[in-house]
């Protein structure tokens, strides 16, 4: 078995200077090793560009694929795409630093860096705060039928007058 992020690691070291492009797919190994509650499977395709240079690289990050989320509304497991860039810019220096949310620092005899955890960062930014079941052409929802109508159920609950009471405030 490999090590928690082997297949991650970028071998900084040895790179010559210019552009240099890896290709990796996030799938179901990597969140294993990651849990994530809300993440049940993944598939995502991500391209990486680095650029080189004698003091600094650039980072590329493009992703594009789906993971599968328990939706919210209805907790039946739904397919979510995913899709999105970011960049990160690494400098050499004195010790390993992030100084802001894109550039950081790593020691010059770094011989291999790891992209694991921005990978995981990245695609926990890529999710929606909200997880539900996408609406289908027409507009109407595709969450399981059998618990819409259970949630029904409750909103129909006699509401307490001291909360309707509230619905006529308005705020000026």
Not at 1 to 20: C, D, T, W, Y
Not at 41 to 69: A, C, P, W, Y
Request: proline letters at 5%; one cysteine or more.
């Amino acid at each position: 078995m490999e090590r928690k992020s082997e297949r991650f690691q970028i071998p900084v070291k040895g790179l010559a200077l210019g552009n240099h492009h890896f290709d990796f797919v996030v799938e179901d190994a990597f969140f294993e090793q990651y849990p994530l509650e809300e993440i049940h499977h993944g598939n995502i395709k991500l391209q990486l560009d680095v650029e080189k240079e004698s003091r600094l690289m650039t980072f590329q990050f493009h992703f594009n694929g789906n993971l599968q989320l328990a939706c919210d509304r209805c907790l039946e497991n739904y397919r979510q795409p995913l899709q999105g860039d970011f960049r990160l810019i690494v400098k050499y220096g004195e010790k390993e630093e992030e100084l802001s949310e894109e550039l950081m620092t790593i020691p010059f005899e770094t011989s291999r860096f790891d992209i694991a955890p921005y990978i995981l960062e990245f695609i926990q930014l890529m999710l929606p705060i909200k997880h539900v079941h996408p609406d289908d052409a027409h507009g109407n929802s595709t969450c399981d039928p059998e618990m819409l109508k259970e949630l029904e159920k409750f909103e129909k609950q006699a509401v307490d007058p001291r909360w309707a009471a509230l619905k006529n405030v308005k705020i000026k």
